[in-house]
């Protein structure tokens, strides 16, 4: 009963959606895990580009049913608009299933979440303001509303009718804000329950029951390793665990059913919204990577912070997501840079030091470097390393050398043909590798 699960090794935009595409074809459920429409991925078929936030990618495949598990975040009206988008384009949304424990992001948590962000300004997290920290706020304090919950409105009204008034409270007495109506809350929340009534049901037994009959299941994670709410750089994280250990507690899975776990990352970092960056470049090649890298966020259409690849936290992130191989993202991207750096470690008031680090630490810490020579060839023809320029076979041994597991795929392009594999490497765990269950095939690409 194979179950693998895709998670970013950085802070999220790795490009995860390209890998969950390339073994679409030996999936029958792709299940969501964390985040909510916070997160975001652009899909490409032929002409047609189409941005997804919340339903799984894995919908542009036919075969494949997408699922949005019990640890996801769900604004309902993302949900919909997304089905309806879906549906005009003449995509099946009808294979939607969503948890009924899923949280519900409400109204009120969108409005709670806007309104701190916009009280602390550049002082922020710099969220996304989707509501998603006040959504699990609510969930760990017991307070929230549950996807199922939007099934029963007399229930959920008698629940609202409790929660509301502090919610009220906070934006009008805090931030000034007009506060919500209860029965306008509640006709809203369960005309959202009419409609997706028949998507909502308990997953966890969907992938148990598709794990039993034998069946690939995926799990797919949003943000990545250092957005992670315990292991990510903190306060400066989102409010979920993205991790792959998320994959069993927001999939419905034990963590001997994972198979096996795909880190994905990118030639370079980025880093959308505050917090402590090391690498970043505020310079040339920090446009060069914005700019050929087109990294604009899909959510909130706001500039990527670019930077050189850091592999401090590298080792870290392989051990905690039990990483069995690992996909490169963009590695095209660098071509035309006289030289590339990277990342190694940090020192601290000049003395080294190993991830995790304080958070007052990272703040001042100085990136010790490897510089490597650049290349000038377009790679996004290429398709074996023996056709690499020698300098980016090179930076993906180094690469490879640092995280302590193998390498075993290299992108080179948004497209699913323009994908490097690098056959025959050996697994730390001896476990089965993807490679017989990849599809090269053209398009669609998902960036
Ligand atoms: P939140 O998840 O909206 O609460 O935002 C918390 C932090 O995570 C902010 O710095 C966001 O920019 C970042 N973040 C959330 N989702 C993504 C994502 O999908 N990619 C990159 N950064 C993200």
């Given at each position: 009963m194979p179950a693998t699960v895709v998670v970013g090794l950085q802070w999220g935009d790795e490009g995860k959606g390209k890998t969950t595409d390339l073994l679409a074809a030996s999936v029958s459920l792709v299940v969501r895990y964390q985040g909510g429409d916070n997160a975001g991925h652009t899909v490409v078929i032929g002409d047609e580009v189409f941005k997804l936030h919340l339903v799984p990618s894995g919908v542009l495949h036919p075969h494949i049913t997408p699922v949005i598990g019990n640890g996801v975040v769900v604004n309902p009206k993302t949900l919909l608009t997304e089905m309806a988008m879906l549906a005009e384009r003449g995509i099946d949304p009808s294979r939607i299933r969503v948890s009924r424990a899923a949280h519900v992001i409400m109204p009120y948590h969108v409005a709670l979440d806007g309104a701190a962000e916009a009280r602390l300004a550049s002082d922020g997290l710099g969220t996304t303001r989707r509501g998603i920290g006040p959504t699990y706020a609510d969930r760990s304090a017991r307070l929230g509303i549950r996807m199922g919950d939007l099934l029963e409105p007399e229930a959920l009204r008698q629940r609202l009718a409790r929660i509301l008034p502090e919610r009220n409270a906070i934006l009008v007495d805090a931030y000034g804000q007009p506060a919500f109506v209860l029965d306008d809350l509640v006709a809203e929340a369960a005309s959202w329950g009419e409609r997706l009534r028949p998507h909502i049901v308990d997953t966890t037994t969907l992938v148990q029951d598709a794990l039993e009959r034998g069946e690939h299941v995926l799990l797919e994670g949003a943000q990545g390793t250092l957005l992670d709410l315990d292991h990510g750089t903190y306060p400066y994280v989102t409010s979920s665990n993205p991790i792959a250990g998320g994959a069993c507690t927001g999939g419905?899975?034990?963590?001997?059913?994972?198979d096996q776990v795909i880190g994905v990352m990118k030639a370079y970092s980025t880093r959308v919204g505050t917090g402590p960056f090391p690498t970043e470049l505020d310079d040339v090649t920090g446009r060069h990577l914005l700019e050929k890298g087109h990294e604009f966020g899909t959510t909130t259409g706001r500039q990527r912070r670019c930077g050189w690849f850091d592999a401090a936290p590298l080792r870290m992130a392989v051990a905690i997501n039990s990483v069995s191989s690992i996909m490169v993202n963009k590695l095209d991207i660098l071509s035309g840079l006289p030289e590339i750096r990277l990342c190694t470690g940090y020192a601290v008031d000049g003395a080294p030091v190993r991830w995790p680090v304080p958070l007052t630490e990272l703040e001042r810490a100085t990136p010790i470097y490897r510089t490597f020579p650049g290349w000038d060839a377009d790679l996004t023809d290429v398709r074996r390393m023996v056709d690499l320029p020698a300098e980016a076979a090179a930076y993906v041994d180094a690469l490879e050398e640092l995280a302590g597991v193998p390498i075993t795929l290299v992108s080179v392009g948004p497209e699913r043909t323009q994908t490097i594999v690098r056959t025959g490497r050996v697994q730390p765990t001896g476990r089965r590798s993807t490679e017989h269950a990849l599809d090269l095939r053209v398009a669609p690409a998902i960036g």
């Open positions: 419905g899975i034990g963590p001997l059913q994972v």
